[in-house]
Nanobody, 113 residues
């Protein structure tokens, strides 16, 4: 399984971005998908996750602002990020687990004040 993340960039505070993560292989529909992020000098943290059944989980810091979704037909998971703040600046990584545990490459999100 390979994951390819995209959609990062520079945005002003209050703006929006949508991240995408495309997966190869046939594990996608039965594995949990998630987005993690790592800011400079900080540990990597879970941002949002979605199970194969569609159950979602969010970090408290992004609840109400971020939405994770998945399209099993396209083997793609999305992270819609609204009302971005400078504190959201980080490298964002997608991950699939637990049957096959794989990380994608990071995509940088920079939010300017």
């Amino acid at each position: 399984v390979q994951l390819q993340a995209s959609g990062g960039g520079l945005v002003q505070a209050g703006g929006s971005l949508r991240l995408s993560c495309a997966a190869s292989g046939n594990i996608f529909s039965i594995n949990t998908m998630g987005w993690f992020r790592q800011a400079p000098g900080k540990q990597r943290e879970l941002v949002a996750a979605i199970t194969s059944g569609g159950t979602t989980n969010y970090a408290d810091s992004v609840k109400g602002r971020f939405t994770i979704s998945r399209d099993n037909a396209k083997n793609t998971v999305y992270l819609q990020m609204n009302s971005l703040t400078p504190e959201d600046t980080a490298v964002y990584y997608c991950r699939t687990w637990p049957l096959v545990d794989t990380w994608g490459q990071g995509t940088l999100v920079t939010v300017s004040s």
